[in-house]
T-cell receptor, first 115, second 116 residues
């Protein structure tokens, strides 16, 4: 079946603009994660959705960042008033919760460049 | 809080040789899961191998195996018979399920280059 998809694959924006990044998880996966990967760096956890539970937002770096997940499927990560330090690759992953391993399946990421 | 450390930012290995990537972690938990993920230049992260902490036997997946030392909190990845396609960033990750939450902690990665 289809894997995790993300759009757009690349986004260039001007400082101060708002951007929306989209993630389509694998059908049936109840858990969805957003990560940020800066150039040459590891994965920084941003937010985690699990079914209908309140999301774990503990990784969001500022109140300019928000995310929602509609109908337990598609998720949108919104960055308001973008700054140059927001430039990074934003990765989305989904998994089947409740299984022991909870392997994460990753999307190809969205490369965000803030000019 | 749990932390994951990968002390080797970059490594290289000759094709067909064996290489070991190191990973250490810090946790007070007894039951947890450890993973190695690969991120090739295409950027798509894929799972390489996983280990349950309560299992003493080291996990193996074809040319990939781990050396899991629970007391030392060490989880190294060994790649045997390295191939050019193994060139990628490798991330070590820790996960502790807690009350239905499955949150991963990733290391900073090791960039591996396989040389022809």
């Amino acid at each position: 079946g289809a894997g995790v998809s993300q759009s757009p694959s690349n986004k260039v924006t001007e400082k101060g603009k708002d951007v929306e990044l989209r993630c389509d998880p694998i059908s049936g996966h109840t858990a969805l994660y957003w990560y940020r990967q800066s150039l040459g760096q590891g994965l920084e956890f941003l937010i985690y959705f699990q079914g209908n539970s309140a999301p774990d937002k503990s990784g969001l770096p500022s109140d300019r960042f928000s995310a929602e997940r509609t109908g337990g499927s598609v998720s949108t990560l919104t960055i308001q008033r973008t700054q140059q330090e927001d430039s990074a690759v934003y990765l989305c992953a989904s998994s089947i919760s409740g299984s022991d391993y909870n392997e994460q399946f990753f999307g190809p990421g969205t490369r965000l460049t803030v000019l | 809080a749990q932390t994951v450390t990968q002390s080797q930012p970059e490594m290289s290995v000759q094709e067909a040789e064996t290489v070991t990537l190191s990973c250490t972690y810090d946790t007070s938990e007894n039951n947890y899961y450890l993973f190695w993920y690969k991120q090739p230049p295409s950027r798509q992260m894929i799972l390489v191998i996983r280990q349950e902490a309560y299992k003493q036997q080291n996990a193996t997946e074809n040319r990939f195996s781990v050396n899991f030392q629970k007391a030392a909190k060490s989880f190294s990845l060994k790649i045997s018979d390295s191939q050019l396609g193994d060139t990628a960033m490798y991330f070590c990750a820790f996960m502790k399920p807690y009350s239905g939450t499955y949150k991963y902690i990733f290391g900073t990665g090791t960039r591996l280059k396989v040389l022809a």
